[in-house]
């Protein structure tokens, strides 16, 4: 069907490489700016960056912090605004943070669009292109659900506050775990992005609450550490855990059986949507300011078939 197409060059990077840009003068200059380096996420919405920038004969100039941090992000941000490129592709990692810095970009000229997470007041922005987040959110916890129909205590382990689009999960989740008496929602806890903090904070809840049935961990990283707390624990058989993501860390531990679920996102079609708005806010031509991508839940059922695909890139 044309939707598994679709999803087929939202996570494969189509061969070639992006153009490097050497010669011809009207070249479009785009520069993306990641979350965080080396992230799988951001690795596959690099190849959907490549692929629609080599479409519009862009140059591509690619950045990430080592760390999800806006105090590393800044710097980044302010080297490239130097450079002047014509439009900026990012994912900033903190709502408040970055949107001084990034609505200083924009008004020297720059476009911006925002691919994945947002600021507080994105109206500087040329466009702004994120999967469902609240939708996802909500999904887990439906999963969570037809996991343990009986009810019981759900906790959820996300990275920091202020990362939007972990915050718009949590939100879903949590409206969801609230709406249904059978559950007891134990709130949400902060592991900064290291799968190692989350694991420690998995094992100390499970300490605290020795019965809790069901863990939504909001990204890869706390998705990873939080299936290693549990399996750690001994606890695989009682404790499900859905995550967001699928990098194949978290993908093998679906099909370890110590995941459930996985959220997965189409990352490399954000990148595509990202660059073709960019290049038409370079243009003049009027932008879509707010664009959605879906997401697919992957299960032990579908990850040999049609879930295959949305396994992120490395
Ligand atoms: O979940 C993605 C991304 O959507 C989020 O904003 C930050 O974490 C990831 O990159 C996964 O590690």
């Known amino acids: 069907t044309a939707g598994v197409i679709a999803a087929a060059s939202l996570t494969a990077c189509a061969s070639g490489s992006a153009s490097t840009g050497s010669s011809a003068g009207a070249q479009p200059k785009l520069a993306f700016v990641q979350g965080v380096a080396g992230d799988e996420f951001y690795v596959s919405m690099q190849c959907g960056i490549d692929a629609a ?37 990012i994912a900033p990692t903190d709502v408040a943070a970055m949107q001084a810095p990034l609505k200083a970009a924009a008004a020297a000229g720059i476009k911006v669009v925002l691919v994945d997470t947002t600021v507080q007041d994105p109206s500087f922005a040329s466009s702004a292109v994120a999967s469902d987040n609240k939708g996802g959110g909500l999904e887990a916890f439906k999963a969570i659900k037809n996991l343990n129909p009986n009810g019981g205590k759900v906790l959820v382990i996300s990275t920091d506050p202020g990362v939007s689009t972990a915050d718009a999960r949590v939100a879903g989740f949590e409206e969801g775990a609230k709406a249904d008496s059978s559950f007891q929602y134990l709130g949400v806890q902060y592991s900064h992005n290291d799968p190692a903090e989350a694991a420690k904070l998995v094992s100390a809840a499970l300490a605290k609450d020795p019965d809790i049935v069901g863990v939504f961990a909001t990204n890869t990283f706390a998705a990873e550490g939080t299936a290693t707390g549990i399996r750690q624990a001994g606890k695989q058989n009682q404790v499900k855990i859905v995550g967001f993501d699928a990098g194949p860390a978290q ?50 059922d579908n990850i040999s078939g049609e879930g295959a695909q949305y396994v992120y890139k490395s």
Do not use: C, R, W, Y
Request: aromatic share 2%; proline share 6%.
């Open 53 to 89: 920038a080599k479409a519009a004969g862009a140059t591509i100039n690619t950045q990430g912090p080592a760390k999800f941090d806006p105090t590393l992000q800044k710097p980044i941000v302010d080297s490239i605004v130097a450079s002047k490129p014509d439009a900026i592709l």
């Open 251 to 300: 993908v093998k531990q679906l099909k370890d059986g110590v995941v459930q679920a996985l959220i997965a996102q189409e990352p490399a079609s954000i990148g595509t949507q990202g660059v073709e708005q960019a290049i038409k806010a370079i243009k003049g031509e009027s932008t879509q300011k707010e664009i959605q991508t879906g997401f697919k839940q992957i299960t032990a």
